[in-house]
């Protein structure tokens, strides 16, 4: 199995909304990483997960709140956002942390909207 | 400031030729660099990688040269079909970096190839 998979697909929700998503990897892959990507630009790392530790996490407003309850799945719980955090959310996994080359590969992604 | 940058936002090339899409980056402590292809409101699919020890890395169609004296690597596709169109992001990363940079990926802002049949 060499694949990411996220849950749900789509996402609309209000702003005093509770919501999460889901992320799953069965590669073995010991790093977890969480990214946003807004429409026609790259995308923005948000955190890591490095043997479910959390190791990264690049000034991402309270409002996200990153979990990794085993080594397969991590989840983004949203709360009170903004409707500037609409955008695609990825996960993505890579290899041991510790290895020198590490490709990520990413899941689908979520599309996220906030009215 | 733009560690990796993806001057051209757009190419287009006929089925069949080949396509050159560049990268140039300026932190001299990357030493590993990823192409990804994305379609539209998927996520991005790893296509290529090199390290910084070696200056070509072959994989069927798809070819990604590293001149590291320049910063600049590019990413070769012969022949190429309309199949290939979609966005193509250049990364690069510190590979033994520790701490708050550990896993952390540097996009440029991405290629739009478009193939015509």
């Known amino acids: 199995d060499t694949e990411v998979t996220q849950t749900p697909k789509h996402l609309v929700m209000g702003m005093t909304n509770k919501k999460s998503l889901k992320c799953e990897q069965h590669m073995g892959h010991r790093a977890m990483y969480w990214y946003k990507q807004k429409a026609k630009k790259p995308p923005e790392l948000m955190f890591v997960?490095?043997?479910?530790?959390?190791?990264i996490n690049e000034s991402v407003p309270s409002r996200f709140s990153p979990e990794c309850p085993n080594s397969s799945l991590l989840n983004l719980h949203l709360h009170a956002l903004q409707p500037e955090d609409s955008a695609l959310y990825l996960c993505?996994?890579?290899?041991?942390?510790?290895?020198?080359?590490?490709?990520?590969?990413f899941g689908p992604g979520t599309r996220l909207t906030v009215l | 400031d733009q560690q990796v940058k993806q001057n051209s936002p757009s190419l287009s090339v006929q089925e069949g030729r080949i396509s050159i899409l560049n990268c140039d980056y300026t932190n001299s402590m990357f030493d590993y660099f990823l192409w990804y292809k994305k379609y539209p409101a998927e996520g991005p699919t790893f296509l290529i990688s090199?390290?910084?020890?070696?200056d070509k890395n072959e994989d069927g169609r798809f070819t990604v040269f590293l001149n590291k004296s320049a910063k600049h690597l590019s990413l070769h596709i012969v022949p190429s079909q309309p199949g290939d169109s979609a966005v193509y992001f250049c990364?690069?990363?510190?590979?033994?970096?520790?701490?708050?940079?550990?896993?952390?990926?540097?996009f440029g802002q991405g290629t739009i190839l478009t193939v015509h049949p």
């Open positions: 090199i390290s910084s020890i070696k």
């Open positions: 993505a996994s890579s290899q041991e942390p510790t290895s020198s080359y590490n490709e990520q590969f």
């Open positions: 997960y490095s043997y479910e530790k959390l190791s």
């Open positions: 990364a690069a990363i510190v590979s033994n970096a520790g701490g708050t940079s550990y896993g952390k990926l540097t």
